[in-house]
């Protein structure tokens, strides 16, 4: 490897001893010089490939701290995408001509649909799917995962009729005659997902260079895969053994999948430059934009507090059983009711704490004492601004107002004192780039321009700290990456336009130039 040098800059460094520089020297995989034209020339190696910036912005890759690298994936190769649907006409035609193009398969998925953003402002159920596909199972998942619709002959292989009742922290929805109207709720999905034919260790392999390759695109060069199941982090271990992963990978076992009441056993932990596996998932609650996050009151829009995944003790159990084994935890936690579960539960765990940097994955409408309390543990947040943008629409149709007001604080969080990773929750939104969980972050506005929770706004180099050191620090990962400096792992992004100085509304329109992963050219405009 030759080495590269990027000259003429403007190198937002996230390095606090040397915010800004203007040039930077890679030699292997690591940064070797950062500084002036001057400061690198000693450290660039014969035949080093010299970038002139002129004057573009160059800053550390970022980090998408969580993300559904596989599920995206499969988006990008194998399931019907249905992000942005208006209508349930327009959802059929859709799953009508995807049926027509798959004549071979046995099972036909889709995702992505939103019925806030839809005409008739309803999910589907499974008459409107049958009308579409009936000679096939058809599992429809909506854009948060946490819901999913199924048709006559998926509820019918899976044995899901009148008499069926929801696993906990499940819900099986039903008409007024008693028969599931095919709308399945959070580990209730289960009951038809495990019906799904499973991929093949080629197809996830598919999957996952497809996410790389997306994401690199954007700039993204360490992510995550938070919640897989056994035999898909045996295809990253293989992957990463024949030096196949294309980003850094911070992926995280799943300790109890849906529809099943049984766990699954705590796998080795590992840790190697392309693949960290030293977290554990674990859901206490569901999604704020389906109305199932657990709330201390009801929805604005129905009678419902939405769903606990767990019952408080077992899991606090589980929390301890991975704690007690060494693993970190990232416990998905948005509603102020879960989030109350949740650092209780790691209040209980004993003095290690604060130690072990466990996080909590969203934490969308926490309290002011939440943030205290965590804080005071040393607990990671890891929420998504781009729900502001992309689903705000479910946020203002759904919270009561007490509730919307607070809806992922991200300021009150970084001024509490709680070290904050944004992220995207790639594929819930349409559009995970981080450019765009920046603006959000910076505009407090949604997709039709009306401000939520405005007073939680931070500036753009908050976020895009956030976005990099921030994603680093969130997995432990510091020492190697998330700032330019010497000796780090040479992962940046070359930036068309410096997203610290543009006008924020500019902030989505700046383009990635370039993606440089331990010192390789993996993308280029």
């Known amino acids: 490897m030759r080495g590269l040098v990027f000259l003429n800059g403007n190198l937002l460094t996230q390095d606090p001893e040397r915010p800004h520089a203007e040039a930077l020297a890679v030699d292997g995989e690591r940064i070797a010089a950062v500084g002036s034209r001057a400061d690198v020339a000693p450290a660039v190696r014969p035949g080093a490939r010299t970038i002139d910036l002129g004057g573009r912005a160059l800053v550390p890759g970022f980090n998408d701290a969580h993300a559904h690298a596989w599920k995206l994936g499969q988006l990008l190769t194998d399931v019907l995408d249905v992000r942005g649907v208006e209508s349930l006409a327009s959802l059929q035609a ?37 009308a579409a596909v ?16 199924a048709n006559s002959r998926a509820l019918d292989v899976a044995g899901v009729g009148p008499a069926s009742g929801p696993p906990p922290g499940g819900r099986i929805d039903r008409g007024p005659d008693g028969r599931p109207t095919g709308l399945l709720y959070e580990t209730a999905v289960g009951l038809v997902s495990s019906h799904l034919p499973t991929p093949t260790a080629a197809d996830y392999e598919a999957m996952v260079r497809a996410f790389g390759r997306h994401q690199l695109e954007r ?25 196949a992963l294309t980003q850094r990978l911070n992926v995280m076992p799943l300790r109890r999948l849906d529809g099943r009441s049984d766990n699954v056993p705590l796998p080795e932990r590992s840790l190697s430059e392309r693949l960290r596996v030293d977290t554990i998932k674990l859901l206490a609650d569901g999604g704020l934009s389906s109305a199932t996050a657990a709330l201390s009151m009801s929805y604005r829009h129905a009678e419902t507090r939405g769903v606990h995944r767990f019952e408080t003790e077992e899991l606090r159990e589980l929390m301890r059983d991975a704690h007690a084994a060494g693993w970190r935890l990232a416990v998905h936690a948005i509603g102020d009711e879960a989030i109350e579960r949740v650092v209780s539960a790691y209040e209980s765990l004993g003095p290690e704490v604060p130690r072990r940097r466990h996080r909590i994955e969203h934490l969308g409408l926490p309290r ?8 005071s543990l040393k607990i990671v947040a890891v929420p998504q601004t781009v729900f502001i943008h992309s689903l705000g629409r479910n946020f203002r149709d759904y919270l009561p107002e007490a509730l919307l007001a607070r809806a992922y604080p991200v300021r009150e969080m970084m001024e509490a004192g709680i070290a904050v990773a944004l992220s995207s929750d790639a594929p819930v939104v349409e559009e995970d780039a981080p450019l765009l969980g920046i603006q959000a972050a910076v505009l407090r506005r949604d997709a039709e321009g009306i401000a939520i929770a405005p007073d939680q706004a931070i500036t753009a180099a908050a976020a895009l700290r956030a976005y990099t050191a921030g994603g680093a620090f969130a997995s432990g990962d510091e020492a190697n990456r998330g700032t330019l400096r010497p000796g780090q792992w040479a992962d940046l992004a070359v930036l068309s336009d410096d997203p610290v100085a543009v006008d924020p509304e500019e902030l989505s329109r700046i383009r990635v130039d370039m993606t440089v992963v331990g010192g390789k050219i993996v993308f280029e405009r």
Do not use: K
């Open 94 to 130: 859709s799953l009508r001509a995807f049926a027509a193009r798959r004549p071979e398969a046995t099972w036909l998925q889709a995702r992505g649909y939103n019925e806030a953003l839809m005409a008739e402002r309803r999910h589907p159920a499974r008459e409107d799917l049958d």
């Open 134 to 149: 009936a000679d096939r199972p058809l599992l429809l998942t909506r854009v948060c995962g946490h819901v999913a619709v």
């Open 219 to 243: 700039g993204i060069t360490s992510s995550s895969d938070c919640g897989v199941r056994p035999e898909l982090l045996e295809m990253y271990r293989a992957m990463d053994a024949r030096g």
């Open 368 to 375: 002011r004492d939440h943030l205290r309390r965590a804080a």
